[in-house]
């Protein structure tokens, strides 16, 4: 089945940094989301982006399918966009079942 | 407007007692999915549902049961529960299959 794998594992930062999210996918995929899960464990949805580049405030992604990667930026850090940052793909190959990366475990100092 | 929303969202059980976890959405949407996560990792699918009446296999569907009588609930059972079987169980709905995912806010279960 299809790998999705995200770097870095961990990421710490200080608040006003700049940081760059990749998560790479092995087989062609339908859909392609980030989630960032806060520290009280909920699940927000990101961006919704199989393809191209979307932005919403500090935060942007960019989804190339043909090279199976996207790439999360988050822009001017603060300490609210602690967390952890998933992906997840649906594969061509298997409708329905989303596949989850392992995350990227962002911490922001103040 | 609740989006979706879990019941209960911490529980306790001894091994071997059975339990029922409760998924709302208000959304009207088709498609439901149960996942859990563990402490590390990403989540994975257990079961979902791509309607009212329809059940199917996600990743890791051994030990669990589900049902969707009505469009808008989504029932997962524990059978006889197993201490592999702590996790943090998340819910999620979406329109359609290549929709995007709208998540509640967990179920934190511990079995002993």
């Known amino acids: 089945g299809i790998q999705v794998e995200q770097s870095p594992p961990d990421l710490i930062l200080q608040e006003g940094a700049n940081s760059t999210l990749r998560c790479n996918f092995s087989d062609s995929v339908n859909n392609l989301q980030w989630f960032h899960q806060n520290p009280w464990g909920q699940l927000i949805n990101l961006f919704y982006?199989?393809?191209g580049t979307k932005q919403n405030g500090r935060l942007s992604a960019t989804t190339v399918a043909t090279e199976r990667y996207s790439l999360l930026y988050i822009s001017s850090s603060q300490t609210t966009d602690s967390g952890v940052y998933f992906c997840a793909a649906l594969p061509y190959s298997s409708a329905s079942k989303i596949i989850f990366g392992s995350g990227t475990r962002l911490s922001i100092r103040p | 407007n609740a989006g979706v929303t879990q019941t209960p969202k911490f529980r306790v059980l001894k091994t071997g007692q059975s339990m029922t976890l409760l998924c709302a959405q208000d959304?009207?949407?088709?498609?439901m999915y149960w996942y859990r996560q563990d402490p590390g990792m990403g989540l994975r699918l257990i079961h979902y549902?791509?309607?009212?009446?329809?059940?199917a296999k996600g990743e890791v569907p051994d030990g669990y049961n589900v049902s969707r009588l009505k469009k808008q609930n989504f029932l997962l059972g524990l059978e006889s529960a197993a201490p592999s079987q702590t996790s943090v169980y998340f819910c999620a709905s979406s329109p359609g299959w290549n929709q995007p995912q709208h998540f509640g806010d967990g179920t934190r279960l511990s079995i002993l």
């Open positions: 982006i199989p393809s």
């Open positions: 549902s791509v309607g009212e009446g329809t059940t």
């Open positions: 959304m009207n949407h088709e498609y």
